[in-house]
């Protein structure tokens, strides 16, 4: 039995036979050859092409980043409202306020025809009036002037607190350079000598990563109650025989991360954002006008997260969002009827101006480089190869096969003729 097998296994070939065909050499065959080699080496190369292609891989996850801060870059101008009269802003859902914001914010006066009104630079854009009455002293009791007042000291300390008095009074309030308060703050002169004046405000915001809103609008001095034309808002404006009101430009507002202060993380930021198509920041360039000096004017942002991720290991978070626009004549009251004749109403009141409320998306988007395999690359070039070879060797044999019967067969037909 032992001989017997190993017998058999001496006599056993681990390659098969070569086919009879792959001996002969043809035309068919040489050309088949040079066609094959053709084949692999353009797929070869594309293969090679694509593995050294750089694609991006875009995911979703949930954003669990938390306590970080978004950076708010801004540059808007505001054709007919003087900078005395605007304020900036900033509150959120988390309770917290920001109010006259000074830090890292510039407003620039500018004149009729848009032009920088020399020196006119301020580096703190709260308006004038509260920072009197910041200055005054905590003791200070200003008179009302026989007008009544809600304050529970009896006390009017501004120029605003007189006219709401007389107001409430039923006075009429049209001497104010009669009144200490609005002599000490000057509105008359300042109003009637910056009336027709823009203003220009750009800069940076620091603010929390939850919902909230931006608002430049009358200061806090102004802000009376809602629903009252800035004519009453603000006194002396009725005099000055200029239009008011707060048709504006964005020249740039943008949501950016802390990465993108690295000069260099900001430069590959834009490079990325341009190879994805992604619109760097939608609002950009944006001009909004209005013939109403009482109109509010309203942003609502959808900010999300989103991240970049490079072959060479750069991580870079910066932020991307979309936008709506709404405005809203506040001399309509809380009531009105829409564009379809129904009847709409307001459940909050309004004060003349611009708000950009922004939302934050609980997503983070990641965009990652990537790149084939060298493992796929391998793998691929075989396939190629033995699949071109395969399939060659099959036309061959047949080729090969039909021309050999073809052959048999027309001289069997000759004898027989």
Known sequence: MAKGFLANLKGADAFGKTAEDVKIKTKTGALLTLISAAIIFSFTTMEFFDYRRIVMDTSIVV???RGQALTVWLNITFPRVPCYLLSLDVMDVSGEVQRDITHQILKVRLDQNGIQIPNSQSVDPRNDLDRLNEQRASGYCGSCYGGLTTNPNGCCNSCEEVRQSYINRGWSFNTPEAIAQCAEEGWAEKLK???????NISGRLRVNKVAGNIHLSPGRSFQASAYQNVYELVPYLKEDGVRHDFSHTVHQLKFTADDEYDDRKSAMTKTLRAKMGVIDHPLDNTEWVTVDNNYMFQYFFKVVSTQFRTLSGWVINTHQYSTTQFGRDLAKGNKENNEVGLQVAHGAGGVPGVFFNYDISP????????RQSFAHFITSTCAIVGG??????IIDRVVFATNRALKSGGHVGGKLM
């Open 63 to 65: 954003d669990k980043s």
């Open 193 to 199: 000598e910056q009336s027709h004046e823009g203003c």
């Open 363 to 370: 997503i983070l988007v990641v965009h990652s480089e990537t």
């Open 388 to 393: 071109v070879l395969t399939v060659a060797s």
